[in-house]
């Protein structure tokens, strides 16, 4: 694994971090699946068709067109959810569903990151209410995620920020300009040719377990590809922080709906080369 580079002594440098099949194996909302069928918000058919989602989300089967009926099933599925009842049940099993998908190797290169005196940053289409209490828990700096509008404590369905391929790079830029980060400086990971743009916003892009379409892509501009082993649960690694209910909570902040608009972010013809 190559390691991260110390900062120069002028610029402020960030690590940017896709969340799924980079730091962690799966869907992160997916994977929520249960809890929230144990939570009385989905049924047992949607719990099924979460778990084909996570099958073709894993080997690739799907095309572009299946992808997004997926993506425009769950997000009607989960309108008019309780904020509060999303909140509780993510706090509730956070460590016991994400703990056991996250790659060591990330983790090390978080740590490296942090060591060098950049922020990191996790970026992903994913609901800002799951990304948020993952950050927390691996110690990111700052999160960029989907988030979806709330009305009278109720998710609406409607996309109020969407960090979804070249948007990424839109919210990436707007943190750097608020920030002080020099991009050029900057370090950015991502296993999907849908996060072109991000990472090709910064000096240091790094393909991550990559989809063929982003090998081919890495091979052709000398992008480092790393390939991370299956993951380890890491639940006695002091190095993941303790993060108790009420830290979780402060940072559920979105419909859990939006998270599922990763399915949107990952194209057709994915291999399973990790």
């Known amino acids: 694994m190559e390691h991260a580079e110390p900062p120069s002594e002028t610029a402020r440098s960030a690590a940017f971090f896709d969340l799924d099949k980079t730091i962690i194996a799966r ?15 989905i049924n047992r058919r949607a719990v099924l068709r979460s778990v084909y989602a996570q099958f073709v ?18 997000s009607a599925m989960c309108t008019g959810w309780d904020v509060g009842t999303v909140k509780a049940i ?23 990151h942090h060591a060098a005196g950049r922020d990191v940053v996790i970026v ?29 404590g109720k998710y609406t369905g409607v996309i109020e920020e969407y960090a979804y391929g070249p948007h990424k790079a839109t919210a990436i830029q707007a943190l750097a300009a608020t920030e002080g980060y020099d991009l050029a400086a900057s370090y950015a990971y991502s296993d999907s040719i849908t996060d072109e743009p991000m990472l090709a916003a910064v000096g240091h892009p790094f393909a991550v377990n990559p989809d063929k379409a982003l090998r081919r892509l890495a091979l052709s501009r000398d992008w480092p590809v790393l390939d991370f082993s299956e993951p380890v649960g890491l639940t006695e690694r002091s190095r993941l922080k303790d ?3 009420p830290a979780l909570a402060a940072g559920v902040v979105a419909g859990i709906a939006a998270g599922a608009f990763l399915l949107a972010s990952r194209r057709r013809g994915r291999s399973s080369a990790e």
Do not use: C, N, W
């Open 27 to 41: 869907s992160s909302t997916l994977a929520f699946s249960r809890p929230f069928y144990a939570g009385g918000l």
């Open 57 to 74: 989300y894993l080997l690739g089967g799907a095309d572009h067109d299946q992808m997004e009926r997926m993506r425009e099933y769950l």
């Open 90 to 112: 993510v706090a509730d099993t956070l460590h016991h569903i994400v703990t056991p998908m996250i790659f060591e190797e990330a983790v090390e290169l978080i740590d490296q």
């Open 124 to 152: 992903s289409s994913s609901g800002a209410e799951v990304v948020e209490p993952i950050g927390a828990m691996l110690g990111a700096d700052k999160v960029i995620a989907t988030r979806m509008v709330v009305a009278d």
């Open 243 to 245: 993060v108790r209910r």
